[in-house]
């Protein structure tokens, strides 16, 4: 399996700021995700980073709050903008990759409290 | 609709014992995979193990086995010699073969080790 990185591995921030998240992976992978972990639940899909195009959004989560970024094979970043208190999770990036197309493997994730 | 659900919030095992995870799944499709993720304290999801759907023979990863009944829709993991290092959330997963895209959780299952 692929090696993830994510920065920061935690953060505090203040309401109305934002903050960008960075996701690497020491291959080129097929896939890149980006879920949402809120405390004590199960995982939601934010998106789908998409090499050179827009992601793909699930219902409830749109561009202007999470915008995402892919510029190549190995890197994605995820931005939570305007953050209220509600957003405080772990924002977890996964991948799929070319030996194993048929799995996700996890990034150690990202904690963010909004105060 | 696809879901999946764990029906154990929080199961203890002792040091040494057995303990078995349970997950049943709704589906239509014929065709897809299943899952066990381990999440530790630490928060990095890690694949234990998986199984596709059209193998009749259950998956084995050294202590961790699974029990997969596909009439029964269900896909239950065993943890064999427990030991405290497997203390953590488990996560439950399904996705379909021609949408790797999509993974569906389920809640979670917590898991304590005594010594």
């Known amino acids: 399996s692929a090696v993830i990185s994510q920065k920061p591995s935690r953060d505090i921030c203040q309401r109305g700021t934002s903050l960008t998240i960075q996701c690497q992976v020491d291959?080129?992978?097929?896939?890149m995700f980006w879920y949402r972990q809120q405390p004590g639940q199960s995982l939601t899909l934010i998106a789908t980073?998409?090499?050179?195009?827009?992601?793909?959004?699930e219902s409830g989560f749109v561009i202007d709050k999470f915008p995402i970024s892919r510029p190549n094979l190995t890197f994605s970043t995820l931005t939570v903008s305007n953050m209220s208190p509600e957003d405080s999770s772990i924002y977890l990036c996964?991948?799929?990759?070319?030996?194993?197309?048929?799995?996700?493997?996890f990034g150690p994730g990202t904690r963010l409290t909004v105060l | 609709a696809q879901t999946v659900t764990q029906s154990q919030p929080e199961m203890s095992v002792q040091e040494a014992e057995t303990v078995t995870l349970s997950c049943t799944y709704d589906t239509s499709e014929s065709d897809y995979y299943l899952f066990w993720y381990k999440q530790p304290p630490s928060r990095q999801m890690i694949l234990v193990i998986r199984?596709?759907?059209?193998?009749?023979q259950n998956a084995t990863e050294n202590r961790f086995s699974v029990n997969f009944q596909k009439a029964a829709k269900s896909f239950s993991l065993k943890i064999s010699d427990s030991q405290l290092g497997d203390a953590a959330m488990y996560f439950c997963a399904y996705a379909v073969v021609d949408n790797f895209n999509k993974f569906y959780f389920g809640s979670g299952t917590k898991l304590n080790v005594k010594p």
């Open positions: 291959s080129q992978v097929t896939m």
């Open positions: 980073a998409n090499q050179g195009s827009e992601a793909t959004y």
């Open positions: 996964s991948v799929m990759t070319y030996q194993r197309p048929d799995t996700q493997y």
């Open positions: 199984q596709e759907a059209y193998k009749q």
